[in-house]
């Protein structure tokens, strides 16, 4: 009896909790989905066709509901090889918020093109593109500022009194310095000139040619050795006919 009793008091206790909410011990409560972003790639500046200097503050939106991360690049405009340098990257959405610094002092001027890619976790990315963007490190500051015209002033009128008026304007006379009349010249001669050829004839044909010199001594010698060669061979043929003859004498 005590047994049936106490089982009583406990089916009593469960009962107003199964009563409440029957489903309870069925199917256990679970924690609520996190809540997703929505997706999103936007640059909102600079904007396109902006003149950029030094460090630029680039500001946008980057989220997706399987955001992983997202990547700020740089290119030429125009982009036909589709060459990019990154130059910032995080991994937690921004929105409406700076996305990345652009350091433009450290490249050339011309135009450029900015790229936000928001990468996914299966590796698809979203992208937002500006394009027209000039850098202009280099520029001249300011503009030379104009020269003012300098400043006019009337000129001042002569005045004259009534007796100054009255009388007749003086007359300036100028006097011509005197001209001479130009000497006729000597007629000049070429007489000497005439002289000085004829003695620079009479000098070369009284000169020492050192050249016809030369030849006559060459001819002279050879002439002297041809004679010494002549004689000699006469005197051998002497000597040796006088040999000639020596022999037949002293034969039998």
């Known amino acids: 009896m005590k047994l049936f009793a106490m089982l009583g008091r406990v089916s009593l206790a469960v009962n107003p909790i199964a009563l409440i909410n029957p489903a309870a011990f069925l199917h256990p409560v679970q924690a609520a989905p996190q809540s997703q972003g929505q997706a999103i790639a936007q640059i909102t500046s600079p904007t396109e066709g902006q003149a950029l200097t030094g460090l630029v503050t680039i500001t946008g939106s980057a989220d997706h509901p399987d ?7 740089y290119g030429p405009d125009p982009n036909p090889t589709d060459a990019w340098q990154p130059f910032a990257s995080g991994d937690r959405p921004v929105i409406n918020g700076s996305i990345g610094t652009w350091n433009t002092s450290v490249i050339a001027d011309g135009g450029y093109m900015l790229r936000l890619r928001v990468v996914r976790k299966d590796s ?106 002549v004689l000699g061979m006469i005197q051998a043929g002497r000597w040796g006919v006088k040999q000639f003859r020596r022999s037949q004498k002293r034969r039998p």
Not at 194 to 205: F, H, K, L, M
Request: proline share 12%; charged share 10%.
């Open 124 to 229: 698809n990315y979203d992208e937002a593109f500006v394009r027209g963007l000039q850098v202009s490190n280099s520029a001249p500051i300011g503009t030379p500022t104009s020269i003012p015209p300098a400043a006019t002033f009337p000129a001042e009128q002569p005045t004259f009194t009534a007796a100054e008026a009255a009388q007749p304007p003086a007359t300036v006379m100028v006097e011509q310095p005197p001209t001479s009349a130009p000497e006729a010249r000597p007629a000049q001669s070429n007489q000497p000139q005439a002289n000085a050829a004829a003695r620079r004839n009479t000098a070369t044909s009284s000169g020492f040619d050192a050249r016809q010199f030369g030849a006559a001594c060459l001819n002279g010698a050879t002439l002297i050795v041809g004679l010494f060669i």
């Open 67 to 73: 955001f992983a991360r997202w990547e700020m690049a």
